[in-house]
């Protein structure tokens, strides 16, 4: 019964959390639209194949004001995840997004990852192309649906 409540209040705490957090966000609506690009890297924990897409310009995306964080980056990589399960009929996959307003900064985080990984013996890199896979601008509205 002790653990019930715990993990009832836990819930709660994360729910008030979740929505303050998104009402935070929602405030960060007169932020300016800016162009940014990114990549994704998808793996599967015990694989040795990691999948990364090309790096894609997205124009237009409203980063919060403060931090100059990509807002939604989750739905981002959500799109990485349903492409290489789906698609690829792969299983399992752990994706991230890496973001950056310079492209410069970031094709030199790009290549170092990708070095880390080639330098793991065991690892087999895939190189998704833009022909193949490109993310999609993503905003509050069509997540919540």
């Given at each position: 019964?002790?653990?019930?409540?715990?993990?009832?209040?836990l819930?709660?705490?994360?729910?008030?959390?979740s929505?303050?957090?998104?009402?935070?966000?929602?405030?960060?609506?007169?932020?300016?639209?800016?162009?940014?690009?990114?990549?994704?890297?998808?793996?599967?924990?015990?694989?040795?194949?990691?999948?990364?897409?090309?790096?894609?310009?997205?124009?237009?995306?409203?980063l919060?004001?403060?931090?100059?964080?990509?807002?939604?980056?989750?739905?981002?990589?959500?799109?990485?995840?349903a492409?290489?399960?789906?698609?690829?009929?792969?299983?399992?996959?752990?994706?991230?997004?890496?973001?950056?307003?310079?492209?410069?900064?970031?094709?030199?985080?790009?290549?170092?990852?990708?070095?880390?990984?080639?330098?793991?013996?065991?690892?087999?890199?895939?190189?998704?192309?833009?022909?193949d896979?490109?993310?999609?601008?993503?905003?509050?509205?069509?997540?919540?649906?």
């Open positions: 019964m002790r653990n019930i409540r715990l993990f009832a209040t819930i709660a705490f994360a729910a008030t959390f929505c303050s957090y998104a009402a935070k966000e929602d405030g960060d609506k007169g932020a300016e639209t800016e162009k940014i690009y990114m990549f994704g890297v998808g793996t599967a924990f015990g694989d040795t194949l990691v999948h990364f897409t090309s790096i894609t310009e997205m124009e237009g995306i409203e919060t004001k403060k931090s100059k964080f990509l807002p939604l980056r989750s739905a981002y990589s959500l799109q990485l995840k492409y290489l399960e789906g698609t690829l009929g792969l299983s399992q996959q752990t994706c991230c997004v890496i973001f950056s307003k310079s492209k410069k900064k970031l094709s030199k985080k790009y290549y170092k990852l990708k070095k880390a990984y080639l330098e793991e013996s065991e690892s087999t890199l895939k190189i998704i192309g833009e022909e896979f490109k993310f999609k601008k993503t905003d509050i509205a069509t997540t919540r649906q």
